[in-house]
Structure formats: C-alpha cells, structure tokens
C-alpha cells in the first residue's frame, strides 16, 4: 500500500535558522508528492508540489526535490520566520490505475515551533 | 477568494443531537472528501464522492453519513454525535487522476459535543 513516513515533532527554532522536515514515501508507481501547511485553527493549505522525479516544488521560501532513488521528498528552508509556525504535512496522490488514483495519503504531520 | 467554503467555522451540539456540516465549492471539482482530524494528528479520510458516486472507507462508523445533491454542495450528517466526535472536520475538492491533481481544503468546522 502507500504510506508516508514523516519526522517526529515537535520542531522548535530559533527565527533565521535552517529548516529541514524529512518525508519518505512508499508507492506503487510514480505518486505526485505534496506540502502542506495548516496554521494553528485552520484547514490545510498546499505549499507546494511536485509530480515528477527530480522536480523541485518551492513556494514561500520553502523547497522540496522528489528523489525518486531515496523515496524522498524532504521540506527546506533557508530562513525560517515566527510566521512559519504551523503544523506541516507530507502527502502523496499515486497514480496507479483502479479506485482511489486521486485520495491522499498523509503523513503524521510535523509542528514547527519558530520563536524570535 | 475563497475555493472551498466550509459552515459553520465552529458548530457546538448536544450529544446525541444530530448534526450536519456543510461545504461547498466554485472549482467544479469531481471529487469531494470529508476528513476527520483530531488533535495533533493527521486527516483521516470519512469518505469520498466522485461525481455521484459515494466512497465510504471501510473503518468509518456508521454514525457519519455524507450527501452530495450536486456538484457543488456536500454534506457530512452526524446521526447522533458522541464525545469522541468532538474534532476538526475538514472538506477537499480535487479533479480527476493526473499529474496536476491535487485537492483543495475549506477551512474547516470545529465540532464541539457537548
């Protein structure tokens, strides 16, 4: 089946450092693979995406490369800001034939605690 | 302008009075999916419609039904809601498989049980 494996959180920083968030996925097929952000009391936002090996999604300062031979899709930021404190979800659509090509499977999701 | 629109943003019910939550959309999306999210966890797909074709998961109890009357509109009814219900419900849209599917979130609807 497929899954996404995130890493655990908390995650506390201090303003201007560097963010890495790992997520790895298992998938039959080539999955597009997602970002998404929820701030605290809200639903789920897209961040950013990427639909094919070696293609880098970026929005907001934030970047993720789909490496298809780690099975990876690890969420970076150079700087982050008291305003990137949310919760941060990986997520994968795969796209194999049959039922259910277009349902999200998410990972646990990863708090990000950013303080000035 | 927003895509997908969820009401009420907070709802609070009586425990065992049914309740129904509501979202809507202006993408014209085929699908459409409810989502149950508990403190500091992930969603947790309920079910899905395409187009007219109801999806329920198979671990999702009977006390949730859904109602989509049209593209549009989708209803996510609590028959008789318990403390466990108490959750974030979420609401998603997206189109059909392909590399540039992706689902789009409302903003949610706090249910609290009381």
């Known amino acids: 089946g497929n899954s996404v494996t995130q890493m655990e959180g908390p995650v506390t920083l201090s303003e201007e450092a560097f963010l890495t968030i790992n997520c790895t996925y298992t998938?039959?097929?080539?999955?597009?693979l997602f970002w998404y952000v929820q701030y605290p009391g809200e639903g789920l936002q897209l961040l950013l995406k990427a639909t094919k090996a070696d293609d880098k999604g970026s929005n907001k300062g934030f970047e993720a490369t789909y490496r298809k031979e780690t099975t990876s899709f690890h969420l970076e930021k150079g700087s982050v800001q008291v305003s990137d404190s949310a919760v941060y979800f990986c997520a994968l659509i795969p796209h194999d034939s049959g039922a259910g090509s277009y349902q999200l499977t998410f990972g646990k999701g990863t708090k990000l605690s950013v303080i000035p | 302008d927003a895509m997908v629109i969820q009401n009420p943003r907070y709802q609070v019910t009586q425990f065992g009075k049914p309740v129904t939550l509501s979202c809507s959309q202006t993408l014209n999306h085929n699908v459409m999916y409810w989502y149950q999210q508990k403190s500091s966890q992930a969603p947790k797909l309920l079910f899905h419609y395409y187009d007219k074709d109801f999806n329920n998961e198979a671990d999702t109890p009977d006390n949730f039904q859904s109602r989509r009357p049209n593209t549009s509109f989708c209803f996510l009814d609590i028959r008789s809601p318990g403390l466990g219900d108490a959750a974030m419900y979420l609401c998603?849209?997206?189109?059909?498989?392909?590399?540039?599917?992706?689902?789009?979130f409302g903003q949610g609807t706090r249910l609290t049980v009381v």
């Open positions: 998603a849209t997206s189109g059909e498989s392909g590399l540039n599917t992706e689902a789009f």
């Open positions: 998938a039959t097929g080539y999955p597009s």
